[in-house]
């Protein structure tokens, strides 16, 4: 089997393979190798390595595999600087004649080889050109032999350089690899925008990363639902939106409205989806989602709704008590004291023991409104009431029975009648105001009218405390009056009837 070792030039679209020959040459070194141009000064990309016959012929065709002419010394590296240094020198003469002849070309870069008397110009151009002239012009101005070489667009970014879209180096400089054909068929499969702006090089053409990813995207595809699919989940419906290809995820849709991401390892296919399969002879793909996968989304969304679909279904997962949480222990331990200091925590504990007792004495004689000052004046006066002791009642129904009492005492010896019953109301402290004051409380007033038609005998039965009849109903000259009145609607009309001269104002 033969041995190669890969090299690297500067102005070669790709690496080249050489024979070592027994020089040693490793990964790294500065080689000189013999090509059909002569000698020339390259740098070993790789280890040498022994491949079949059927991988030499595929790679370098019919052509005879050179040898390494040797490993590059310290002069020769300098050698080759010093030439490329003539090679930059040289392209503004280039252009010069290249303009001054007025040939429908780009010069891209003159290269000097490694022996001295000779240097290849590259050029790029649509169409053949005849630059037989050029040639003469630039060999009397550099005085060596030239040969002219026509390059592509592609070869053209390999040699100067640049960025891509990407923010990285360009491959076709930094992988130093065949330009293999790209196609558009690969950016719609990989649902790219097909804008030339976007899915073009820095040398114009259609970008060659587009190969990289282009056999995934497709595999993917093959074994995947097809876009617009509808799956079965445990939520509903679900249908198919987009592909994440490099992490191999399906994003569906569901009937909800909410999106969730599943990888197409966790779907599986159903009875149907392989009896179609069978029928029209493609692969199976699935179309069913598990519950057992919703359940290891990381999603709260898809969680809540699996949980509202237990709810709905009466499902409830019992919660997971431990043991160990089930008894704590909340005893505080305390602190043991011996000696001098036993005995000051004990004489404070005594002593605030006091404290505590003496703020709860105080508490409970606290004064009191209407005891006089006196905490526990309350019980004199239950006794004096003929209340029954050890019952507790309401401070204000105490005092409006004292009061009630004592009045219905003055006024049943004076009538021997009995007390009448007050009802108690908001806001009259249980009747306590108005029998002070010997009054009937403000819900229990006559209304103005009422208060008005009252006379002078009314006045005399309220002094006796009896209710006064109404005024239509008392005896008098006003009584026809009053009736009137009441009947056509009140004081109001009779007024204006008096003035009028209306009957119902008395004409009298």
Not at 15 to 38: K, M, N, S
Not at 336 to 365: C, F, I
Not at 388 to 411: L, M, V, Y
């Amino acid at each position: 089997m033969p041995t190669i070792i890969p090299v690297r030039f500067t102005y070669a679209a790709r690496d080249l393979w050489f024979d070592p020959a027994g020089t040693g040459a490793q990964e790294g070194d500065h080689v000189i190798c013999a090509t059909e141009r002569g000698q020339e000064f390259g740098l070993a990309t790789g280890d040498a390595r022994e491949v079949t016959g059927a991988e030499l012929e595929e790679t370098i065709g019919h052509a005879q595999l050179r040898d390494v002419v040797r490993i590059a010394t310290d002069d020769d590296v300098a050698r080759a600087e010093e030439l490329e240094r003539r090679g930059e020198e040289s392209m503004p003469a280039f252009r010069r004649h290249v303009a001054a002849s007025g040939l429908d070309m780009k010069p891209v870069g003159v290269e000097y080889l490694f022996d001295g008397d000779k240097a290849v110009c590259y050029f790029a151009a649509e169409e053949r050109v005849d630059f037989r002239q050029l040639v003469r012009d630039l060999a009397r101005e550099f005085h060596v032999r030239i040969d002219m070489r026509q390059i592509g667009v592609r070869e053209e970014a390999a040699i100067v350089g640049g960025y891509g879209h990407c923010g990285q180096e360009l491959c076709c400089r930094r992988f130093a690899m065949g330009f293999d054909p790209v196609s558009i068929r690969m950016a719609k499969e990989q649902d790219l925008p097909l804008n030339s702006t976007k899915i073009s090089g820095a040398c114009g053409r259609l970008m060659c990363c587009l190969r990289y990813e282009f056999e995934a995207y497709r595999d993917f595809k093959g074994r995947a639902p097809k876009r617009n699919a509808v799956i079965d989940t445990p939520l509903g419906k679900g249908k198919i939106i987009e592909y994440d290809t490099p992490k191999e995820q399906i994003v569906l849709r569901l009937e909800s409205g909410k999106q969730i991401r599943v990888a197409l390892a966790d779907m599986t296919a159903s009875e149907a989806a392989h009896k179609k399969s069978e029928e029209l002879g493609c692969p199976c793909r699935p179309d069913t989602v598990t519950r057992e996968v919703l359940d290891r989304l990381e999603s709260p969304d898809v969680q809540m709704a699996l949980a509202e679909l237990d709810r709905k279904m009466g499902v409830t997962a019992e919660p997971e008590v431990d043991a160990a949480d089930l008894f704590v222990e909340t005893r505080r331990k305390r602190r043991r004291s011996s000696g001098a200091q036993g005995e000051k925590d004990r004489e404070a504990a005594g002593s605030s023991a006091a404290v505590a007792e003496e703020g709860a004495t105080r508490r409970r004689r606290k004064r009191r409104p209407g005891d006089g000052g006196a905490g526990n004046a309350a019980a004199p006066a239950e006794a004096a009431a003929g209340a029954q002791p050890g019952t507790r009642r309401r401070r204000h129904h105490q005092a409006a029975e004292g009061g009630a009492g004592a009045q219905a005492s003055s006024n049943g010896a004076e009538s021997g009648a009995q007390p009448a019953k007050r009802t108690r109301r908001p806001g009259d402290k249980g009747g306590q105001a108005a029998a002070e004051k010997g009054t009937a409380p403000r819900g229990m007033q006559p209304s103005r009218r009422k208060r008005s038609a009252q006379g002078q005998g009314g006045a005399a039965q309220a002094q006796d405390g009896q209710r006064p009849a109404p005024k239509h109903l008392q005896g008098g000259e006003d009584a026809p009056k009053a009736r009137r009145r009441r009947r056509r609607g009140g004081r109001g009309r009779g007024g204006a009837g008096s003035d009028g001269g209306s009957p119902a104002g008395g004409g009298e």
